[in-house]
C-alpha cells in the first residue's frame, strides 16, 4: 500500500513509520534474500500496523548495547524500547529468571509467592513520599488503565486532563488520555471527559514564553480544572520521552492546583523510572510527589513484560472491587527479574553513570549543535536526550526528511535509535553504557549530520 507524503507527515509522533520510501530504500540495499524471506512470513501472519509489521530486519542476538541481526551485524541500541537499562541479556537477570523458573514458575490467583512480596516492598521502599501500595500489571498501558480505575473510585469522578502529543499506551482507555494521531485515528468514541491541554514545550511554547517563562502551561492547567470543577486526575509523563523537559516549577504549579481543585496528580513514568534521569524516579528532579506513580518498561530487566502502580497509601479504597485482576498480575517469574534489576541498578551503580554518561554526551551534543546548522536544540535529562532537527534555527521548521536520513545513514553505520514526532532524535542508551561506546555512538552520529548536510549543500 503506497501513502501519500502529507498522510504520513500528519501520522509522524510516537516513532518512524515503516510506510517511507526511505524505509524501502534501506531495506532493499541492506536486506539479504534469507532476511527478506523471514520478513515476508512475517508480514503475511501478522497484522499490519505503522509501527511495527511489516519490520525492518530480523534480528538474531541482544547482549548488553547491542543488537545482532540474521546477517550477523551488529547496531548499538540507542533505543531499546526503555527495556534494556541494565543492558539486554544481564546475566545476574536471566540467573534470577531460570532459577526461579526452577522453583515456582507461575502463581495462580487467590495465591502469592516471595518474589512478588519482596518487590512490593522494595518499590514501596524506593518510591517517595506515602507511595507505598502497589499493583503489578503485565503491561505499561494495563497499569495505566489501573490508576485511571482508582482515580475514579477514590474521587468519585470520571474526568482526567492529559497532554496533547503523550502517549500512555495502546489501549482504548489510554488513547483516550494519550494525545497522539497515529492512535486515536479511526479509533470511534473515545472515553469522555478526557480533556486535553498544550504540553510544557519551552523548544515550541505554545504561550510564547520561550526563553522568559512564565509557567502559562501550568496556569492553564490550573483554569481547566477550575472551569471543570470535577476532574478526578491530571495524568502526564514526568517528562516526555522525547526530552521535552517542563520548566522549573511547573510540576510544583500544577501539584498545588491539583490540591487546591480535588484532583489527583498520575505521573507516568514507564520508559524513565529506575534511573534512566539519573534518579530512581523522574519526579525527584521536580521535587514533586504524585499521588501515583506509574512505572514499568526496565522494570522486567528487558526480559519481562511487567508494570507496577504505585499509589498513595491512603488510596487503598477498593478492596471490594477488581482494579487490576491480570493472569500475571504476581508472576514470580517476573517479580524475580525485576528485583534483580534493581539489585544491579543499586549494586553497580547505575543511577550515578546515567547522570555521569548523560552530562558527557550532553556536551558533546551542545558541540555538535555549534558544528550543524540542522540541530535546532539539544535536551537531556540522564541518558534520555532529543536532539530536534530544524530546517531553519528562525522558523524552527521540523526537519523530517533530514531526521528519517540520518537514522537510516546512522542506521547503516550500526547505530539504532528512534525518531519522534518526525524530527526529533531520541537517545536512551543502556543505563550500563561505556564512555567508549557513547563516544562511537555519537562519532558516527555526527559523521551522518555532516553528511547530510553536504548533501543539502549540493542539492540546493
Ligand atoms: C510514557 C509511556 N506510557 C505508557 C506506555 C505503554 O507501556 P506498554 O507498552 O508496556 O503497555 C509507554 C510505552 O512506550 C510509554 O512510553
Given at each position: 500500500m503506497r501513502f501519500e507524503k502529507k498522510e504520513l507527515e500528519n501520522l509522524r509522533s510516537e516513532g518512524d513509520l515503516n510506510l517511507s520510501p526511505h524505509r524501502r530504500d534501506w531495506v532493499a540495499k541492506h536486506i539479504d534474500g534469507e532476511t527478506q524471506r523471514w520478513l515476508d512470513l512475517d508480514a503475511r501472519y501478522f497484522l499490519h500496523q505503522s509501527l511495527s509489521t511489516p519490520c525492518l530486519n530480523v534480528l538474531s542476538h541482544c547482549e548488553g548495547t547491542y543488537l545482532e541481526d540474521l546477517q550477523g551485524r551488529r547496531f548499538m541500541d540507542f533505543h531499546g524500547n526503555n527495556v534494556h537499562h541494565v543492558g539486554f541479556a544481564n546475566r545476574r537477570v536471566i540467573e534470577a529468571i531460570k532459577d526461579q523458573m526452577d522453583k515456582l514458575a507461575f502463581c495462580t490467583r487467590r495465591y502469592t509467592n516471595i518474589p512478588a512480596i519482596k518487590l512490593a516492598e522494595k518499590l514501596a521502599q524506593l518510591a517517595p513520599g506515602e507511595l507505598n501500595k502497589v499493583l503489578l500489571a503485565p503491561a505499561g498501558t494495563a497499569a495505566i488503565g489501573m490508576a485511571l480505575k482508582l482515580a475514579r473510585m477514590a474521587t468519585g469522578r470520571f474526568k482526567t486532563i492529559s497532554m496533547w502529543?503523550?502517549?500512555?499506551?495502546?489501549s482504548l482507555d489510554a488513547i483516550s488520555i494519550g494525545g497522539e494521531g497515529i492512535f486515536r485515528k479511526d479509533a470511534g468514541p473515545l472515553l469522555p471527559g478526557t480533556e486535553h491541554v498544550p504540553p510544557?514545550?519551552?523548544?515550541?511554547c505554545l504561550w510564547g514564553c520561550e526563553n522568559d517563562c512564565t509557567l502559562k502551561c501550568a496556569d492553564y492547567i490550573e483554569y481547566v480544572l477550575g472551569k471543570e470543577g470535577d476532574v478526578a486526575a491530571v495524568i502526564?509523563?514526568?517528562?516526555?520521552?522525547?526530552?521535552v523537559i517542563p520548566p522549573a516549577g511547573f510540576w510544583q504549579k500544577v501539584r498545588a492546583a491539583c490540591d487546591a481543585h480535588g484532583a489527583l496528580l498520575i505521573l507516568d513514568e514507564?520508559?524513565?523510572?529506575?534511573?534512566?534521569?539519573?534518579?530512581?524516579?523522574?519526579c525527584q528532579h521536580f521535587d514533586v510527589v504524585p499521588d501515583m506513580l506509574v512505572i514499568g518498561k526496565g522494570l522486567g530487566g528487558g526480559i519481562f513484560p511487567l508494570a507496577a502502580l504505585i499509589a498513595r497509601e491512603d488510596l487503598d479504597v477498593a478492596p471490594d472491587r477488581a482494579l487490576g485482576h491480570y493472569t500475571h498480575e504476581k508472576n514470580p517469574v517476573a517479580c524475580a527479574a525485576a528485583l534483580a534489576t534493581i539489585e544491579c541498578l543499586e549494586e553497580e551503580n547505575l543511577l550515578a553513570n546515567a547522570e555521569r554518561m548523560g552530562h558527557y554526551a550532553m556536551n558533546r551534543l551542545r558541540d555538535m549543535m555549534q558544528q550543524h546548522k540542522l540541530i535546532g536544540a539539544v535536551r537531556g535529562l540522564g541518558l534520555l536526550m532529543g536532539i530536534e532537527l530544524v530546517k531553519d534555527r528562525q522558523t524552527k521548521e521540523p526537519a523530517t526528511e533530514e531526521a528519517e536520513r540520518v537514522m537510516y545513514g546512522t542506521l547503516s553505520r550500526g547505530l539504532s535509535f528512534k525518531v519522534t514526532m518526525g524530527n526529533i532524535i531520541t537517545l536512551t542508551p543502556?543505563?550500563?553504557?561505556t564512555e567508549q561506546e557513547m563516544d562511537k555512538a555519537l562519532n558516527i552520529l555526527d559523521e551522518c549530520l555532516k553528511e547530510i548536510e553536504e548533501y543539502e549543500r549540493k542539492t540546493a
Open positions: 502529543d503523550s502517549f500512555h499506551g495502546a510544557p514545550d519551552c523548544y515550541r502526564a509523563e514526568t517528562v516526555r520521552s522525547t526530552s514507564i520508559p524513565h523510572c529506575l534511573g534512566r534521569t539519573g534518579k530512581m524516579f523522574t543502556p543505563l550500563t553504557i
